[in-house]
């Protein structure tokens, strides 16, 4: 019991930082149709220009300082980079998010060093808030929490009360309707981008100390983003937002279920040897794919349903 | 269709001609060692510590008058962690003639090479060359494929866990051992339990996991299981992020455990565990800054101080002036430095090392036997690791002599 | 066409002499580094075009075709070390057609699961293929040898010319030879009707269907035989390893792929060829000179998408009209003018970033900061300003050169399409 309440909160811990990363990239990827292969390298940026700015100025001024830098270098690559980009179609401006990956992990590299830099918790958060069943719930986790469903509660009033925010959810589904009816597309990209860029780097603020901040760390959370942005669906915050917390919960509690198919197969009757054909496949216990798991289920669902889970249209 | 295989041609040859200019420049007798790692992407900082040191240790040796009075050189070459780069890496070494690869991480390109150069050695017998490795410590590599032409100056997982079991406190009854999901976890996971069985019966090992490699960012689901079964240590050989984080979320979720490693003392290690560490973290290493001056050994201690006040990271592979000295041993006893000669040079080569300890390169499997330190990551240390304040503590030595595993190793040797 | 032939033979020619230009009288053998270097080319030539034929023919973008080509590796370590085990007489031109087959079976399991969607999706689901395929490289050890891989020995001294493998010039020979016939195989495909109608899906979706073909059937064929022939460079690619590890499936194979043909042009057939030598050398070449090669790759992608979409041979093929009127001598000079300005930009942003990277990475290495031979002091103020002057003026005086050219070409090909006319 208390196991499913530990992991349960840690998959919910999870399961927000993935969306406080992935809700950017899912404005993005929905408005403007870019993968955007320089989303976890903004996330990296987040952490680092937090690192840096927390030497000299303290932990809660970078954090309201380093996403808004985030959100100008995405500004700038948006105005730059991905306008002149975007008459050549797709395929060009993922090239170019790809290309920019590349350069931002090798700046980064030179700037700061190969080594993790040692960006910490700050001491005011330092502290274990409460005890679930014999283990420490940490207070930094409590903020995280906290953070995740602030920036959530702000994109959901941002969407539906503002007047920008209508003209973004419109352009999520009918981009180009949009422009017809005459509002000023391209610099509602720039604002979308940029805020998307800077969500990252919130989430890298965040997340950056909680983890370690080292170049690797795009190249590490990369893939899982997309997986959660392509499962939750094109067009939707709400699907982003229940994929991310499912895939927490799921690499989460994958990790605390011991079985593995040879054991529903003896369940059946049915013994598993170390001669049976696949044998090696059908003794993997669940904890050891665990992570694999959100890939299974990004080729399943996109097989069965391109949509995503609740997206309003086809990817 | 023609100018573009004109111009690919020229590009080509314009590329090499720079690269052998570049090569010939050194047509001095030097010693050469081309040493391959990764120098780029995301593992560089493994090769770029690996390199500083290495180029520290050269000069120092070069400074003594190299061997047979010529100078040793290194000349680096980014393998970006595949094997296929590695293996351009050795072609580039035969065609220069030099006697020495050198290589100090994965036990996937390990493998490759001792196979390309046994492959190499058989076919091309005038243009030999030695695999030295520094670092690539899956077991079989002198055991199943033990080879007469590889070198292993670091101890190999059995020996490293053998250690680790040695210095474990006799107050330690429950542990939980953890792993990456590949060769080299799968290896630590075996020998672990091979050694707690042999030398520790009274330990109960409450848990047995393996994690797929560099793909979990949340270890408190771990750290939940781990509390839940009693276990007062862990042992895991992980590396990189897999036990930053996992360390991470150790200290976090307030678990009272004591953490046995293999590779925290790396570069990006101490400063990934920091201040909530202390006393809690240890790792077996062949060397720590702090030994010398434990030892009263002044010598030593400058020697690692020069090193340490140009560089952000402890000096955790001096042992390469070990290696550096065996190499030198072995080509003034051969007296030339063709390959095969070395080879027969080096092989039962015994010497002490810098700090004065008994070490020998085993002739049966060409595995380099020293002593080992089990360091606990703690304050009040002279030499603090990344500025973090906390140091290594060398808490326990295992001697050479404790070290002598056996091994199933066949060596073929070549006609002298 | 007789012209189009003779293309051919020229390039076979070149591919043949290319090794010698690398000869070492002194030792009386070939540069080991140039020759293995040389076959890297040739696989990433092969591996490229198969991945052009999802990518540029048919639209399909994959994240996870260094599985097929990893795949096809793994099965012909496994079939040579079967053969040498079982002791059968396989000539080793044959053993390719083992990487061929394993590429094409798997890329019949992969390629159901994934052309049953097109574009966006299609590339997703590549993605997770890709990393499950890496993921179960490492975990499993029966079929992918764990993290060591499989290795192999290819003397298996069976070959139908007499040779013995041995030496890396004879296996460079059999990839030349190999790579001959994947190239004009894959170019008569592109003239079948599969080829044709992969274009035309890409091109317009509905409209195929209209006219009757099940654009996903098309997408599954292009999909399974592009891996016929990744499988065949896999194949290769054992043969001249002798070992195949699991970063052969891994995403950077597949990623590499995807930047030969978009550099070397996707839009034509022999695009990949270029962008494949320019990734290669790239890779192993300017990897040697700098650490921070990885910049200069992703600076060179950015402004191949910025400003020549169309990969180097789209750059190329501009110039037909004017080659057309037989006036490209008109462009030598505009050309050099453009061209000096640029390379100064280039010295100079060469400088700075190498002058970065030493400061941070490379400065404890004990070497000094060499420039085309010129030592310099890379901590004096004065580098710092000479790489950023270098790179400003250069960079002002190529965007003043540019448009003088801007104006001479467009000027040229508005001469070509009057005087031109009809072709």
């Known amino acids: 019991m208390e196991v499913f309440f530990v992991s349960l909160l840690n998959g919910l811990v999870y399961g927000m930082l993935l969306f406080m990363l992935a809700s950017g990239l899912t404005l993005i990827f929905s408005m403007m149709g870019v993968l955007n292969f320089a989303h976890a390298s903004a996330y990296m940026l987040g952490a680092y220009f937090a690192y840096t700015l927390s030497l000299y100025i303290g932990f809660w001024w970078a954090l309201l300082l380093a996403p808004i830098l985030c959100g100008l270098v995405g500004a700038a690559i948006e105005m730059y980079g991905l306008r002149q980009v975007h008459r050549h179609g797709h395929v060009a401006e993922l090239l170019l998010t790809f290309g920019l990956a590349l350069i931002i992990e090798k700046c980064v590299q030179m700037i700061w060093g190969l080594l993790p830099v040692p960006y910490r918790i700050p001491a005011e958060l330092d502290f274990a808030l409460f005890d679930v069943f014999g283990t420490q719930f940490h207070a930094y986790r409590a903020f995280m929490l906290a953070i995740s469903a602030a920036m959530f509660g702000m994109i959901w009033l941002a969407l539906t009360r503002t007047r920008v925010g209508l003209i973004i959810q419109a352009s999520l589904t009918h981009p180009e309707m949009v422009r017809a009816l005459g509002h000023d597309v391209p610099k509602v990209f720039t604002l979308v981008f940029a805020s998307g860029?800077?969500?990252?780097?919130?989430?890298?603020?965040?997340?950056?100390?909680?983890?370690?901040?080292?170049?690797?760390?795009?190249?590490?959370?990369?893939?899982?983003?997309?997986?959660?942005v392509v499962f939750g669906g094109l067009g939707s915050l709400a699907g982003c937002f229940i994929a991310s917390i499912l895939m927490g919960l799921l690499q989460t509690f994958a990790v605390v279920l011991d079985y593995s198919a040879a054991d529903l197969l003896a369940k059946f009757g049915v013994t598993v040897s170390s001669s049976t054909p696949f044998a090696e496949l059908l003794t993997i216990p669940i904890p050891r794919i665990g992570a694999l798991l959100p890939y299974i289920l990004l080729v399943l669902i996109l097989f069965f349903r391109p949509r995503g889970l609740m997206g309003t249209r086809d990817t | 269709m023609r100018k573009i295989f004109r111009a690919a041609a020229a590009a080509v040859a314009v590329g090499t001609a720079l690269f052998s200019m570049q090569a010939s420049a050194q047509s001095q007798p030097t010693i050469k060692l081309v040493y391959t790692d990764p120098l780029s992407g995301p593992f560089a900082q493994v090769g770029d510590a690996n390199l500083k040191q290495w180029q520290y240790v050269i000069s120092y040796i070069n400074a003594t008058g190299g061997a047979l009075g010529r100078k040793f050189e290194l000349i680096p070459f980014d393998s970006k962690t595949q094997p296929a780069e590695a293996l351009l890496a050795l072609k580039a070494a035969t065609d220069m003639n030099a006697p020495f690869l050198v290589h100090c991480s994965g036990s996937n390109i390990a493998a490759a090479l001792i196979e390309a150069v046994n492959k190499h050695n058989a076919r091309n017998p005038d243009n030999r060359i030695l695999y030295i490795n520094c670092g690539a410590v899956a077991n079989e590599l002198t055991n199943e494929q033990c080879s007469f032409w590889h070198f292993r100056f670091d101890l190999n997982v059995g020996?490293?866990?053998?250690?680790?079991?040695?210095?474990?406190?006799?107050?330690?009854?429950?542990?939980?051992?953890?792993?990456?999901?590949?060769?080299?976890?799968?290896?630590?996971?075996?020998?672990?339990?091979?050694?707690?069985?042999?030398?520790?019966?009274?330990?109960?090992?409450?848990?047995?996991?393996?994690?797929?490699?560099?793909?979990?960012?949340?270890?408190?689901?771990?750290?939940?299981?781990?509390?839940?079964?009693?276990?007062?240590a862990l042992i895991s050989g992980n590396w990189g992020p897999d036990i930053n984080l996992l360390l991470k979320a150790g200290f976090e979720a307030g678990a009272d455990l004591r953490y046995y490693t293999l590779y925290t003392h790396l570069a990006g290690g101490p400063t990934a565990i920091g201040p909530a560490g202390d006393g809690k973290v240890l790792s077996v290493m062949p060397f720590t800054e702090n030994l010398a001056p434990q030892l009263k050994n002044e010598q030593a201690e400058r020697f690692t101080k020069t090193f340490r006040d140009a560089n952000k990271f402890e000096f955790t592979s001096a042992t390469f002036r070990t290696i550096l000295e065996y190499l030198q041993a072995a080509i003034v006893k051969a007296g030339s430095t063709d390959a095969t000669k070395i080879a027969f040079a080096l092989e039962g080569l015994a010497q002490k090392d810098f700090l004065g300890y008994d070490t020998v390169m085993r002739k049966d499997d060409h595995q380099f036997i020293s002593q080992y330190i089990v360091g606990t990551f703690a304050k009040g240390v002279k030499y603090d690791a990344e500025g973090t304040g906390l140091g290594w503590r060398p808490d326990s030595v295992v001697l050479a002599k404790e070290l002598m595993q056996p091994t199933s190793c066949k060596m073929k040797r070549p006609a002298k | 066409m007789k012209a189009n032939r003779w293309y051919w033979a020229v390039a076979l020619a070149i591919a043949i002499a290319l090794p010698w230009l690398f000869y070492n009288w002194s030792t009386g053998r070939q540069s080991g580094f140039a020759v293995t270097l040389l076959s890297e080319v040739g696989l990433m030539i092969m591996f490229a075009l198969s991945y052009n034929m999802q990518f540029g023919h048919a639209g399909l973008l994959s994240f996870g075709h260094a599985v097929l080509f990893g795949l096809g590796g793994y099965t012909t370590a496994h079939a040579l070390n079967g053969i040498r085990g079982a002791e059968l007489w396989i000539p080793m031109e044959l053993v390719p057609l083992a990487g061929g087959l394993g590429g094409l079976v798997f890329g019949v399991v992969f390629g159901y699961l994934a052309t049953k969607q097109r574009a966006t999706a299609f590339a997703m689901i590549t993605m997770g293929l890709g990393e499950l395929v890496t993921a179960a490289a490492l975990m499993f050890i029966t079929f992918f040898g764990g993290e060591g891989g499989v290795s192999t020995d290819r003397v298996i001294e069976a070959s139908l010319v007499g040779a013995s493998y041995a030496s890396p010039i004879q296996v460079y020979y059999l990839i030349v030879g190999w790579g001959f016939v994947s190239i004009l195989?894959?170019?008569?495909?592109?003239?079948?009707?599969?080829?044709?109608?992969?274009?035309?899906?890409?091109?317009?979706?509905?409209?195929?269907?209209?006219?009757?073909?099940?654009?996903?059937?098309?997408?599954?064929?292009?999909?399974?035989?592009?891996?016929?022939?990744?499988?065949?460079?896999?194949?290769?690619?054992?043969?001249?390893?002798?070992?195949?590890?699991?970063?052969?499936?891994?995403?950077?194979?597949?990623?590499?792929?995807?930047?030969?043909?978009?550099?070397?042009?996707?839009?034509?057939?022999?695009?990949?060829?270029?962008?494949?030598?320019?990734?290669?050398?790239?890779?192993?070449?300017?990897?040697?000179?700098?650490?921070?090669?990885?910049?200069?790759?992703?600076?060179?992608?950015?402004?191949?998408?910025m400003y020549a979409p169309g990969g180097i041979t789209g750059l190329l093929a501009l110039h037909a009209p004017i080659v057309r009127i037989g006036r490209l001598g008109e462009l030598i000079v505009p050309y050099a003018r453009a061209l000096l300005p640029a390379a100064v930009c280039l010295a100079g942003f060469v400088m700075l970033v190498e002058l970065a990277s030493f400061n941070t990475i490379g400065a404890s290495q004990g070497k000094e900061f060499s420039f085309f031979g010129q030592a310099l002091d890379a901590r004096s103020v004065t580098t710092w300003l000479g790489g950023f002057a270098l790179l400003i003026v250069g960079g002002l005086w190529l965007r003043a050169e540019s448009r003088t050219f801007a104006r001479t070409f467009n000027a040229l090909l508005e001469a070509a399409k009057t005087e031109g006319g009809a072709r």
Not at chain 2, 173 to 185: A, E, H, R, T
Not at chain 3, 213 to 227: K, N
């Open chain 1, 197 to 228: 860029t800077a969500l990252a780097g919130l989430a890298g603020v965040i997340g950056g100390n909680y983890h370690t901040t080292d170049p690797a760390m795009a190249f590490s959370m990369g893939p899982i983003v997309f997986v959660v």
């Open chain 2, 159 to 232: 020996q490293k866990i053998e250690t680790m079991v040695r210095a474990l406190p006799k107050d330690i009854k429950k542990v939980y051992v953890l792993n990456q999901d590949y060769l080299f976890g799968q290896s630590v996971q075996r020998d672990v339990k091979t050694y707690l069985t042999k030398l520790r019966p009274d330990v109960q090992i409450v848990g047995d996991e393996l994690i797929p490699l560099g793909k979990i960012k949340d270890f408190s689901p771990y750290i939940t299981k781990i509390k839940a079964s009693g276990a007062q």
């Open chain 3, 185 to 305: 195989l894959m170019k008569l495909q592109t003239q079948t009707p599969l080829g044709r109608m992969a274009n035309a899906q890409r091109d317009n979706f509905e409209r195929t269907q209209f006219v009757g073909y099940d654009p996903r059937l098309i997408r599954f064929y292009q999909f399974v035989l592009s891996g016929f022939f990744a499988g065949i460079a896999g194949g290769l690619f054992v043969i001249l390893h002798e070992i195949v590890t699991f970063d052969a499936v891994a995403a950077s194979k597949s990623a590499s792929a995807l930047l030969a043909s978009y550099i070397g042009g996707a839009g034509g057939f022999f695009g990949p060829i270029v962008g494949a030598i320019v990734v290669v050398l790239m890779q192993s070449g300017v990897s040697l000179l700098s650490s921070a090669w990885l910049l200069y790759l992703g600076t060179l992608f950015i402004l191949m998408v």
